[in-house]
């Protein structure tokens, strides 16, 4: 410790109500300080400006380094949240490392030894993109002042909270089943991703609240959680289809939920949209590529991408954002899914 930076801790104790060596301690990542201790001494230091020399390094050489950590494997719904990263990130200058971390993975890693070297290493800030975040992950970071952002976070906000960004996911919901009821169906299905995921729990709700707009029960037989990938709704359309009364159509909460749907459909022998309309949802470049095209409703996938990059940028600076959570509209494309039932 040099002799310059005495004075500074000194005066952060003071603030802080605390000994120097316990504002060292934090300083430097230590694990043997109290949550609130931390804090309180976290918000001296901002107090007085004073960032420690790994941080005043990684802030001043070269280009800033963002790490961005995808949670869940959706090709196409990935793919375009990082061409919005990559696309604002060549115009901002701002170096953008990819990797990729399963939520079994995720639950294993040390935090705090991953957030020291990315400190080390002169990140900057970090983008999970449909991840569950703990409270053990936001301290890590926070501790060491590099900012956090989540897109589509799959639990609610922990204790202390995160910044995020997402789609208009109740109204989208409600969008895609009331196009469904417009058409005269009313036995429709949900296919959900994880029940816990916030974003697939707010288009459920969106739906049901279509439905209970019309005057329609929603029945459970007709509602499945699982996760947002085609073999989940392969698996909740065999189901379904097994009911004395099966639905008329069906809304997947991913496109690549509805891929399954569609495949189902085919090996079951039922036409699309004659037999089953199906909406699906994020709208990703797959919604043109199926046969038929699918009806989605469309999340601004690269724009959330873009926000998320501009937020983490600004959060890195020490800057306030407006809100902790950026919502972007949806949208409901409709394509060749869907039709009026035939009664």
């Not at 922990?158 to 009821?181: D, I, Q, R, Y």
């Not at 209970?212 to 459970?220: F, Q």
């Amino acid at each position: 410790m040099t002799s310059s930076t005495k004075p500074v801790l000194a005066t952060v104790a003071a603030i802080a109500g605390v000994s120097a060596p316990t504002v060292s301690k934090v300083i430097n990542g230590r694990d043997d300080v109290s949550e609130s201790t931390r804090l309180r001494v976290q918000a001296a230091l901002d107090k007085v400006g004073y960032r420690s020399p790994v941080q005043r390094r990684a802030r001043t050489s070269g280009p800033a380094m963002i790490d961005l950590v995808v949670g869940v494997h959706d090709g196409a719904y990935s793919m375009e949240i990082l061409r919005g990263i990559l696309d604002y990130a060549v115009s901002v200058d701002v170096d953008v490392v990819v990797s990729s971390h399963t939520p079994n993975k995720l639950a294993r890693v040390d935090h705090d030894e991953w957030a020291q070297r990315m400190l080390e290493s002169g990140r900057t800030g970090i983008i999970f993109v449909t991840s569950e975040i703990t409270t053990a992950q936001v301290t890590a970071f926070a501790k060491r002042g590099i900012a956090v952002m989540v897109i589509d976070p799959l639990n609610p906000p922990p204790p202390g909270g995160f910044n995020s960004v997402g789609a208009t996911n109740w109204a989208g919901g409600k969008a895609a089943a009331e196009h469904l009821l417009d058409l005269g169906h009313e036995r429709i299905a949900f296919f959900g991703g994880p029940a816990l995921a916030e974003c697939s729990v707010a288009r459920l709700h969106g739906y049901l609240a279509a439905l209970m707009g019309r005057g329609i029960a929603s029945r459970p037989e007709y509602i499945f959680d699982g996760a947002f990938n085609r073999e989940s709704g392969a698996e909740a359309t065999r189901k379904v289809l097994a009911l004395t009364k099966p639905p008329t159509a069906i809304f997947a909460a991913s496109d690549t939920i509805a891929l399954g749907v569609l495949e189902v459909a085919r090996q079951y022998g039922l036409r699309v949209p004659e037999d089953l309309s199906l909406v699906g949802f994020d709208g990703t470049p797959l919604a043109e590529q199926t046969l038929p095209r699918l009806t989605s409703v469309a999340q601004p996938l690269r724009e959330m991408g873009r926000a998320a990059l501009r937020g983490v940028i600004r959060l890195s600076r020490g800057e306030q954002l407006d809100s902790a959570h950026t919502e972007l509209a949806t949208e409901l494309v409709v394509r060749d899914s869907t039709a009026p039932l035939i009664r």
